[in-house]
């Protein structure tokens, strides 16, 4: 299911949001997508606040676990993301963020956050 495509949105559907399944803390995970390449950016958490300024704005906003604190990616760093869509998982458990990514996405510089050790 698409939450955002094609342009900002003022509110979520209350439909969509009744079937989202957030964690014990309100999170939910967020896994980004590169919209050219396919290629799994990395994986954020995302609580209400942070999946509407995402919607209303069209770019990644996260919740910081370690931090607790909103961060918009690319804020300090420069390497943006321009959301084009945000979809919802058949369990409604786990968003799909589709972005274009400016840059990096990793904070180490890397393409991308599973760019480090291979387990298999």
């Known amino acids: 299911m698409t939450l955002w495509e094609d342009g900002p949105v003022s509110s979520l559907d209350p439909a969509v949001a009744a079937r989202l399944k957030r964690d014990p803390a309100g ?13 799994v950016l990395m994986v954020g958490w995302m609580d209400d606040e942070a999946l ?9 906003t996260y919740w910081s676990r370690s931090r607790q604190e909103y961060w918009v990616k690319g804020e300090t760093s ?43």
């Not at 509407?52 to 990644?60: D, Y």
């Open 27 to 39: 999170l939910v995970p967020a896994v980004v997508q590169d919209a050219g390449t396919h290629a």
């Open 78 to 120: 420069g390497h943006v993301q321009h959301v084009r869509e945000v979809r919802l998982d058949c369990d409604g458990d786990t968003l799909l963020v589709v972005v274009d990514q400016e840059g990096p996405a990793c904070h180490t510089g890397a393409t991308t956050c599973f760019d480090a050790d291979r387990l298999l």
């Open 52 to 60: 509407h300024r995402t919607l209303t704005t069209g770019r990644g």
